[in-house]
């Protein structure tokens, strides 16, 4: 019985998942209105139903990839932070990142942070969202005082998605991006008096 039962939950979890990389893949060729159960289901060859018994539809889809995103953003960072030689390295090298991933990954960013989700950041998000802003907190906080770090890592890191989205918008020149990223740099770096 419990191997039979594992079994089940196996093949159910590969079916999830199989769903999960089928929207991303969509979405990152044809953008996410082209994301549907309907297309879901014909691309994969499971019913309708089958996906609705995984999800209750598309908004809990894009929740999946962006918590799914999430982990992967963080386990990047994460590495990067690591391996700086100085807060001021692990800065730079978070902002670079972090604004390369909103531009090569467009879909998965924008599951994560524009799309509406059923996620929710704070005390009560999951795991992978936590460990996200935790890195960024990891990279942020050597520069926050006087300033709570955390509050701090919130107008940094609304600081990099407003520049993230505009970027990714054609509203800034893209000739400039490094020159921003080092302004920002300068600017956090500065008021922490390094």
Known sequence: MK?????????????????????REIAETDGWDAVTVRKLAERIEYSQPVLYSHFA???????????????ELAAALGDLVDTAGTPEAALAVV??????????????????????????????????????????????????????????TEVAWSTLHGLATLD??????????????DILVRGWTARAGR
């Not at 079994?7 to 089928?22: L, M, V, W, Y």
């Open 3 to 23: 191997v039979t039962q594992t079994r089940k939950e196996r093949e159910r979890s590969e079916r999830q998942q199989r769903i999960i990389d089928t929207a």
């Open 57 to 71: 539809g598309k908004d809990a889809i894009v929740s999946a990839v962006a918590e799914q995103g999430c982990a």
């Open 95 to 152: 902002v670079d990142a972090y604004l390369a991933f909103a531009r090569d990954s467009a879909a998965l960013y924008d599951a994560i942070f524009v799309l509406p989700t059923e996620l929710r950041f704070g005390p009560d998000a999951p795991q992978a969202l936590k460990d996200a802003f935790a890195v960024l907190a990891r990279a942020f906080a050597p520069f926050a005082p006087p300033d709570d770090a955390e509050t701090f």
């Open 168 to 181: 990714r918008g054609g509203r800034l020149r893209p000739d400039f991006r490094a020159q921003r990223a």
